[in-house]
């Protein structure tokens, strides 16, 4: 049906100074002090409901904050909010009143272009440390700065707050060096005896400056293979295909069909070795499960990485898809190829019984699981969660099919959902999506095996280099496997970004964690954590 962006305008009325046309959604340029009531009109009255991303960025004469607006009943249907701010006095309202996922988006504006918010709850520096000076993407940022980074303390945040005569309170840090942070993440715990009272995830230990370095890259090969290095366990191919989708969507590039195809089944691949990976050390964090659970993940793991390293001929940073498709074909002899893959997919009914018997069965899981780290659906959207842990809250939103890319919409498959929203039920999305994902693949394998030979097209004809018009700008997102992976670049008429953004699914996911946990007992946290099957190196990028 589309957007009726005139409507929309007529609805923001004054607060509007000016229209922009993006490539993906038409923008409009707010005033700073009418932030608020205007994303709440949105949201309230024309139904944009989901903040994908908060994008901000310097220009010679002006800051600049771009609110990336859709819908969780139809993604397609999209809007920007364009706030823009003087270079002498960055300062704009904050929408966290009306988006509790702006809270994160805005504190990562602010500690990495410098934008000020306004009645912001807690406008702090979430990557670098408090004592940081500058801000990393700033035009004037002086990188040879020595920087000193005092050593202090945590400082107890019990006294007045949450500590009186009837209560046994003490503060606790989990991580960051612990198995079950999976990762450098740092968990500051306020407990009432083992109840959690209060939990805020410290972020930033694992920040690679991953969006400066695509800032850095030509369009045609030096940004491809930095992707892989954000959702580096297992989701390579989909990280790859997040940036692909956004620089073809710039440059106008086309992608051969039977390269599509390629891309989906790939995907696919490693949508099942992500999910395995989460199966395997959820476990692991549940009840200590290594010998068989952990393993038996690890296993078929290792079958799928099998599969991709013939496929890519990398096992972790594939660096396989190209600007317009992907680097080289299947690989010779095929029909050994597609032999593995109908042999892995065989077996894995059996395999995933085996695991519905080990863990779905088990009385402990189930106590640990069911009704632990309940999201309910209106709390999830407002976080912008996505993903399975939104699917398995009721969420029914899966870029795949409501915005759909590659080859999906040509194939026959099913959305998961599930209703409990609890940690059992974010197993239950991941186990059922590997079905679902076998499904696809075995689809696209019949594809590609009676493809005629003259018209396997993998790569379509793509210039040695790109240099898309100065301020053309897109925002685009797939389906990754832990949510909504998407990428915003704007040009400035070079043969690279003037910003690249990378809107992670593991840090919108992250921040619904006190949501989740607090007013429950410290394993219950320890097990919603282990759900929301985050990576850091994609949380802090």
């Known amino acids: 049906m589309g957007v009726d962006y005139d409507a929309l305008e007529d609805l923001l009325g004054d607060a509007v100074v000016g229209r922009e046309s993006h490539l993906n959604a038409d923008g409009f340029v707010v005033r700073a002090d009418r932030v608020e009531e205007s994303l709440s009109a949105l949201k309230e009255e024309a139904g944009f409901d989901h903040l994908s991303a908060v994008t901000a960025q310097e220009y010679e004469d002006r800051f600049e904050s771009i609110y990336h607006l859709k819908k969780y009943n139809d993604?397609?249907?999209?809007?920007?909010?364009?706030?823009?701010?003087?270079?002498?006095?960055?300062?704009?309202?904050?929408?966290?009143?009306?988006?509790?996922?702006?809270?994160?988006?805005?504190?990562?504006?602010?500690?990495?272009?410098?934008?000020?918010?306004?009645?912001?709850?807690?406008?702090?520096?979430?990557?670098?440390?408090?004592?940081?000076?500058?801000?990393?993407?700033?035009?004037?940022?002086?990188?040879?700065?020595?920087?000193?980074?005092?050593?202090?303390?945590?400082?107890?945040?019990?006294?007045?707050?949450?500590?009186?005569?009837?209560?046994?309170?003490?503060?606790?840090?989990?991580?960051?060096?612990?198995?079950?942070?999976?990762?450098?993440l740092h968990l500051e715990t306020v407990l009432d005896g083992e109840q959690v009272v209060d939990v805020e995830p410290d972020i930033g230990y694992l920040h690679r400056c991953e969006e400066q370095m695509a800032q850095n890259g030509n369009y045609r090969y030096q940004i491809m293979p930095y992707p892989d290095r954000w959702d580096y366990a297992s989701a390579g191919l989909l990280n790859e295909w997040a940036y692909a989708r956004t620089a073809e969507d710039l440059n106008d590039i086309e992608v051969p069909e039977y390269a599509q195809v390629i891309r989906t089944m790939g995907a696919e691949l490693c949508r099942i070795a992500s999910h395995m990976l989460a199966l395997g050390t959820f476990c692991l964090d549940i009840y200590g499960e290594f010998t068989a659970i952990f393993m038996y993940a690890m296993r078929d793991r290792e079958n799928v990485q099998k599969l991709l390293e013939d496929l890519t001929g990398q096992r972790m940073m594939f660096n396989y898809f190209r600007l317009g498709g992907v680097v080289w074909d299947i690989p010779e002899p095929r029909e050994t190829f597609f032999e593995n893959v109908r042999e892995f997919l065989d077996d894995l009914p059996n395999r995933l019984e085996e695991y519905h018997d080990l863990i779905t069965d088990n009385e402990l899981f189930q106590l640990r699981c069911v009704d632990t780290g309940v999201l309910d659906a209106d709390t999830a959207k407002d976080?912008?969660?996505?993903?399975?842990?939104?699917?398995?809250?009721?969420?029914?939103?899966?870029?795949?099919?409501?915005?759909?890319?590659?080859?999906?919409?040509?194939?026959?498959?099913?959305?998961?959902?599930?209703?409990?929203?609890?940690?059992?039920?974010?197993?239950?999305?991941?186990?059922?999506?590997?079905?679902?994902?076998?499904?696809?693949?075995?689809?696209?394998?019949?594809?590609?095996?009676?493809?005629?030979?003259?018209?396997?097209?993998?790569?379509?004809?793509?210039?040695?280099?790109?240099?898309?018009?100065?301020?053309?700008?897109?925002?685009?997102?797939?389906?990754?496997?832990?949510?909504?992976?998407?990428?915003?670049?704007?040009?400035?008429?070079?043969?690279?970004?003037?910003?690249?953004?990378?809107?992670?699914?593991?840090?919108?996911?992250?921040?619904?964690?006190?949501?989740?946990?607090?007013?429950?007992?410290?394993?219950?946290?320890?097990?919603?954590?282990?759900?929301?099957?985050?990576?850091?190196?994609?949380?802090?990028?």
């Open 75 to 184: 993604p397609t249907e999209e809007v920007s909010v364009v706030v823009p701010t003087s270079r002498d006095d960055p300062v704009s309202q904050s929408a966290s009143s009306v988006f509790e996922t702006a809270k994160w988006h805005e504190r990562e504006a602010y500690d990495l272009v410098g934008v000020q918010y306004d009645d912001h709850p807690d406008l702090r520096r979430i990557l670098l440390p408090e004592t940081w000076q500058g801000h990393p993407l700033g035009r004037d940022y002086n990188q040879n700065k020595p920087q000193i980074v005092t050593f202090e303390e945590n400082k107890n945040p019990l006294e007045g707050k949450f500590r009186d005569e009837e209560s046994d309170t003490m503060f606790l840090n989990i991580g960051p060096h612990h198995p079950a942070t999976h990762g450098v």
């Open 383 to 541: 976080f912008g969660v996505t993903g399975p842990i939104a699917r398995a809250s009721g969420v029914d939103y899966d870029l795949r099919r409501d915005d759909p890319y590659g080859y999906y919409e040509h194939l026959d498959w099913d959305v998961v959902t599930e209703s409990g929203g609890d940690n059992y039920s974010r197993l239950l999305v991941r186990m059922r999506e590997v079905e679902q994902s076998a499904r696809i693949i075995e689809q696209c394998v019949d594809l590609l095996e009676d493809w005629p030979e003259d018209d396997r097209e993998v790569q379509s004809n793509v210039p040695r280099t790109l240099n898309p018009e100065a301020d053309r700008e897109t925002y685009r997102a797939v389906e990754g496997a832990k949510g909504e992976l998407g990428v915003y670049i704007r040009s400035d008429g070079t043969g690279k970004p003037a910003r690249f953004k990378i809107r992670s699914p593991c840090f919108s996911n992250l921040q619904a964690l006190p949501a989740m946990s607090n007013g429950e007992y410290i394993p219950d946290l320890i097990a919603t954590l282990g759900s929301l099957d985050i990576i850091l190196g994609e949380v802090d990028r």
